[in-house]
């Protein structure tokens, strides 16, 4: 089973910087995306930063203040976040869209797989 495992929520004060992993394990064969999504108060859950393909996309209100870059063996996400604001407080989930190995004949499925999310939670 693929697993995303989070870490490095916590507390900051405005201005602060914080940094996220995002571990990713298990049969896996390949991952085609990997990406932060956060839920903020109010806002449904969207998608902050992501890596696809080698490029990287960010949600507006994040650019200029927030970079995501993965590990050699593309098996670990970081997303880095400075100049925290409150609106940034949330939780913030790891995706991947991958290609599992599902069966002991090597049968691959693709689809999404979600860690369970760290808070953040910046004050000003």
């Known amino acids: 089973q693929v697993q995303l495992v989070e870490s490095g929520g916590g507390s900051v004060q405005a201005g602060g910087s914080l940094r996220l992993s995002c571990a990713a394990s298990?049969?896996?064969?390949?991952?085609?995306?990997m990406g932060w999504y956060r839920q903020t108060t109010g806002i449904q859950r969207e998608r902050g930063a992501e890596?696809?393909?080698?490029?990287?996309t960010f949600l507006d209100p994040v650019k200029g203040r927030f970079t995501v870059s993965m590990n050699n063996y593309r098996n670990t996400l970081h997303l880095q976040m400075t100049s925290l604001k409150s609106e940034d407080t949330g939780v913030y989930y790891c995706?991947?869209?991958?290609?599992?190995?599902?069966?002991?004949?090597?049968?691959?499925?693709?689809?999404?797989?979600w860690g369970e999310g760290t808070r953040v939670t910046v004050s000003s």
């Open positions: 298990g049969p896996i064969f390949s991952i085609d995306e």
């Open positions: 890596i696809t393909d080698g490029r990287t």
């Open positions: 995706h991947t869209y991958a290609v599992a190995v599902v069966t002991t004949l090597g049968d691959r499925e693709s689809r999404d797989y």
